[in-house]
């Protein structure tokens, strides 16, 4: 089954950093866009950011412009998100997931392939 693997998150105070990895399982993510989701129990799971096949294209949702940064690394199969100057409403679970093409998408009724998620809690 492909799948994706999300690791990174855990407690940080506001202000801080932390850099999630989105590694895959049983395929090659080489040729399809990732985008990461995150989400809070009670709320529907927002978009937060997109990178293309080729790592070219990138996009981000206006919460988190200047302070997220995403990044791939194919011969890995792996894509990160760095997120920089946490806030208490950055706090959800975490998830990557693959679109069905090389370029990014909006919504994520299309993108396939989740993961179990990580945590990210930031709070004093």
């Known amino acids: 089954q492909w799948q994706f693997v999300e690791s990174g998150g855990g407690l940080v105070e506001p202000g801080g950093s932390l850099r999630l990895s989105c590694v895959s399982s049983?395929?090659?993510?080489?040729?399809?866009?990732i985008g990461w989701f995150r989400q809070v129990p009670g709320k529907e799971r927002e978009g937060v950011s997109c990178?293309?096949?080729?790592?070219?294209?990138?996009s981000y949702e206006d919460v988190v412009k200047g302070r997220f940064t995403i990044s791939r690394d194919n011969a890995r199969n792996a894509v990160y998100l760095q997120m920089n100057s946490l806030k208490p409403e950055d706090t959800a679970v975490y998830f990557c997931?693959?679109?069905?093409?090389?370029?990014?998408?909006?919504?994520?009724?299309?993108?396939?392939?989740w993961g179990q998620g990580t945590q990210v809690t930031v709070s004093s």
């Open positions: 990178i293309s096949a080729s790592g070219a294209l990138k």
């Open positions: 049983g395929f090659t993510m080489a040729g399809y866009a």
């Open positions: 997931a693959r679109a069905p093409s090389t370029l990014c998408m909006s919504g994520s009724a299309r993108f396939d392939s």
